[in-house]
């Protein structure tokens, strides 16, 4: 039996963005998705799931799931037994970022947040090919699901953010960086750039998918995903 898997979800998703990988591999491991929807900060996000999460996991983190993942890496290495990083950024906001998630908040308040989801998930952050319409329906309903306000605290929470490029480079535990090639939001060069500051990170960039490969590509995701839970782990 593997340690638990915690699943953190990108922005506006929940568990249904995973709902492959949980469906194939709760066979064997103990897999829960934690929502990053509560805390303005990430580090308000991290601190408030270390309470919940259990005493030792391995932990996959997908766009602002990544980001949390890496705080909790900052806050509690020795609790963090593996990390996997998908389609994410250890760099801080950039102010022209910040500064364009402005209108986006007020036109969230002003319920227009289908029409910023919209927008900000243009199909070309994801692979051309015939899955891309469902894959955006349920990106719609998600968002729809987990509402405006979360939408607000989670950007505030993006433009907050410090760079964790430090934190990456003394990570002892195994890790997984993986992308989809047609990316554009968290391009391949950032991942392979991550891959480097990880001693012994592998990389996997999938090339039918874009943004979201749990998605886009389930079963190549879930094949790494399993391929690095039997990784051994560094003893510390």
């Not at 934690?34 to 391995?58: H, M, V, W, Y």
């Not at 900000?120 to 090919?129: F, Q, S, W």
């Not at 993006?158 to 989809?180: E, F, H, N, S, Y």
């Amino acid at each position: 039996m593997h340690e638990p898997l915690v699943l953190l979800p990108g922005m506006m998703c929940d568990a249904r963005l995973f709902g492959p990988q949980i469906a194939e591999m709760s066979a064997d491991t103990a897999v829960m998705a934690a929502p990053i929807t509560q805390g303005e900060r990430i580090e308000e996000i991290a601190s408030g799931l270390l309470d919940l999460l259990p005493k030792r996991f391995a932990v996959a983190g997908l766009s602002m799931g990544g980001i949390v993942a890496m705080e909790l890496l900052r806050r509690a290495p020795d609790r963090i037994t593996r990390l996997a990083l998908m389609d994410t950024n250890p760099l801080a906001e950039t102010p022209v970022v910040a500064a364009n998630r402005e209108p986006q908040i007020v036109k969230a308040r002003s319920g227009r947040l289908l029409e910023v989801m919209r927008d900000e998930m243009k199909p070309n952050y994801l692979a051309p090919g015939p899955q891309r319409s469902d894959v955006l329906d349920l990106v719609m309903d998600m968002a729809e699901t987990l509402g405006p306000e979360v939408f607000i605290r989670q950007s505030r929470a993006l433009q907050r953010r410090r760079d964790q490029q430090a934190v990456l480079r003394k990570c002892k535990a195994p890790t997984l960086i993986l992308c989809g090639a047609h990316d554009q939001l968290c391009p391949v060069k950032r991942h392979t750039f991550m891959a480097e500051l990880i001693p012994n990170a592998e990389l996997v960039v999938l090339k039918d998918a874009g943004h979201l490969p749990t998605l886009e590509q389930p079963a190549q995701t879930t094949a790494a995903l399993r391929n690095w839970m039997q990784q051994p782990l560094v003893l510390r």
